[in-house]
T-cell receptor, first 114, second 111 residues
């Protein structure tokens, strides 16, 4: 069964450092997403991406965040200067984009900012 | 803004019993809903979805009920098994680009 894959599974970084979280969405999907989940809290929407541009972003997704689809398979989330409060589990998701369709999630990257 | 909330943070059931997990949503414009299961250390896993033109949908051992009048969603799991132990989230959608997730209910299945 096709799945969304994310790397790395864990990332530890120092405050102020840049991190790049990587995702390979399901191959025939057209819509891509990043969500995050702070420990014990809700899964929160960050950004959606379609046709090589951001479709929508939340207030969390400020200028420190960016997304990119550098080739035909990868989808990345970059945090330019990490803050302590960026520590969370980051989930990539994709959907077929034929309308309102279910999201398929990856297993997540646990980001710890020290 | 939208809010999606759950009535109970933790639910404990005996193996073999039926489980009912509830969810309230506040945005009457939401027209697509999904239940996700999240096991420890894993991403949300799709269980079942329902669109607002339906009030009930059944899957394998699971049923989702939607009551648009009171903006309430429930997930019923028949013959609950130890492998069903997880956190369950409801998610609502009112545009094509994002889902709003509830806080989650932890389901504990006692052997």
């Amino acid at each position: 069964e096709p799945e969304v894959t994310q790397t790395p599974s864990h990332q530890v970084t120092q405050m102020g450092q840049e991190v790049i979280l990587r995702c390979v969405p399901i191959s025939n999907h057209l819509y891509f997403y990043w969500y995050r989940q702070i420990l014990g809290q809700k899964v929160e929407f960050l950004v959606s991406f379609y046709n090589n541009e951001i479709s929508e972003k939340s207030e969390i997704f400020d200028d420190q965040f960016s997304v990119e689809r550098p080739d035909g398979s990868n989808f990345t989330l970059k945090i330019r200067s990490t803050k302590l409060e960026d520590s969370a589990m980051y989930f990539c998701a994709s959907s077929s984009g034929t309308g309102k369709e279910k999201l398929f999630f990856g297993s997540g990257t646990q980001l710890s900012v020290l | 803004g939208e809010s999606v909330g759950l009535h109970l943070p933790t639910l404990s059931v005996q193996e073999g019993d039926n489980s009912i997990i509830n969810c309230a949503y506040s945005n009457s414009a939401s027209d697509y809903f999904i239940w996700y299961k999240q096991e420890s250390g894993k991403g949300p896993q799709f269980i079942i979805d329902i669109r607002s033109n339906m009030d009930k949908r059944q899957g394998q051992r699971v049923t989702v009920l939607l009551n648009k009048t009171v903006k309430h969603l429930s997930l019923q799991i028949a013959a609950t098994q130890p492998g069903d132990s997880a956190v369950y989230f409801c998610a609502e959608n009112n545009n094509f680009n994002k889902f709003y997730f509830g806080s989650g209910t932890k389901l504990n299945v006692k052997p």
